[in-house]
């Protein structure tokens, strides 16, 4: 049963979208205005306030849900349903679908880092690449989000999803890292390039510039359409892995864009430190593991719900024991004091 559907429910996704928007908007017209480094305080500031957000979020949610199943007489004849215990869910699932996303997020990072190196791209410019990024990945995830809603209602695609995270947590943990991008032989960067000449020495700051009537796109250009690129392979993973926490359209939604705007604070924050935790992506990859197994078949053992405050409890323990044992076993090419 889906409580929120969009055609009862449109405004909702309307005004959540609509307000998205209006901080993207006060984000790139006043706070970030002028393109300038990213200061570790200043992301770490941004991503305490986005994570801040989505706990008030997560609260506003809960107090609506208590007040729908209150008022809403149509739960009233549901036998043995109870209003509480299901906003409970429903803002637990919110909250697991919230850090899901955020951590799962921190392989974009790995990413952002190699592609920003390759292109050579100013740090005081890689904040406007990931602003007009995010807009892409909201794009990008509607998309997913509205076809997995189609398609997850069959008991057999669920199966295959989960089978698929399951896969990709197994290779997160094990394939070799790679250290290195070749964006130069990306079939779509090369079709890009033979329709539009790439002019090197651009003002800085500038995705296309025009000259004597041509038009010419920028080095910086090519890095953003990467990064759109990267994000498309992303939410392939991220998207069916909220899917096995809620089958709420709505909750998925959200819990995806929360961990998107803070995605550029977070790359900021932890792009100097994240090589440290040498042992996240085995924590990363469990993560993966475990929700493709509530996907194909621990949801159905459980009536069709596992305990969505034990699957958060697992989730944070993962990630959490992964960075404790990063900090405490050095990695193999360290040399020990």
């Known amino acids: 049963m889906t409580y929120f559907p969009f055609s009862d429910y449109w405004g909702f996704y309307v005004g959540f979208l609509g307000l998205v928007f209006f901080f993207l908007a006060m984000d790139l017209g006043i706070f970030h205005r002028k393109a300038h480094v990213i200061s570790f305080k200043e992301a770490a500031t941004w991503t305490v306030i986005w994570m801040a957000a989505a706990v008030l979020f997560c609260f506003g949610f809960y107090q609506y849900c208590l007040h729908k199943f209150t008022v809403d007489t149509q739960f009233h004849s549901i036998q043995g349903f109870d209003?509480?215990?299901?906003?409970?869910?429903?803002?637990?699932?919110?909250l697991t679908g919230y850090v899901v996303e955020q951590f799962l997020s921190i392989d974009n990072i790995f990413v952002f880092i190699?592609?920003?190196?390759?292109?050579?791209?100013?740090?005081?410019?890689?904040?406007?690449?990931?602003?007009?990024?995010?807009?892409?990945?909201?794009?990008?995830?509607?998309?997913?989000?509205?076809?997995?809603?189609?398609?997850?209602?069959?008991?057999?695609?669920?199966?295959?999803f989960g089978i698929f995270l399951m896969v990709t947590g197994f290779k997160v943990m094990f394939a070799p890292e790679k250290t290195d991008l070749h964006p130069d032989q990306n079939f779509i960067i090369k079709l890009i390039k033979k329709f539009f000449p790439v002019k090197t020495n651009a003002p800085e700051g500038k995705?296309?510039?025009?000259?004597?009537?041509?038009?010419?796109?920028?080095?910086l250009f090519i890095t953003l359409v990467f990064v759109e690129l990267t994000d498309v392979v992303f939410a392939i993973d991220s998207v069916p892995a909220i899917f096995?926490?809620?089958?709420?359209?709505?909750?998925?939604?959200?819990s995806n864009i929360f961990a998107i705007m803070g995605l550029r604070s977070l790359f900021f924050m932890l792009s100097g430190v994240v090589g440290k935790f040498h042992l996240l992506k085995y924590g990363l990859g469990l993560v993966l593991v475990f929700i493709g197994n509530k996907m194909s078949w621990l949801n159905d053992y459980y009536g069709g719900h596992f305990p969505i405050g034990v699957s958060l409890a697992i989730i944070l323990g993962l990630i959490a024991l992964s960075v404790v044992m990063s900090l405490v076993i050095k990695p193999k090419n360290e040399s020990i004091p």
């Open 207 to 219: 995705f296309w510039v025009r000259e004597s009537g041509k038009f010419f796109i920028t080095p």
């Open 83 to 94: 209003g509480v215990l299901t906003s409970k869910r429903l803002a637990l699932e919110f």
């Open 114 to 160: 190699i592609i920003f190196n390759f292109f050579h791209v100013p740090k005081k410019f890689q904040h406007r690449i990931l602003f007009f990024g995010i807009l892409g990945a909201l794009l990008f995830r509607g998309i997913f989000i509205a076809l997995g809603a189609s398609l997850l209602q069959y008991t057999w695609v669920m199966i295959i």
């Open 244 to 254: 096995a926490i809620t089958k709420e359209p709505f909750i998925v939604l959200t």
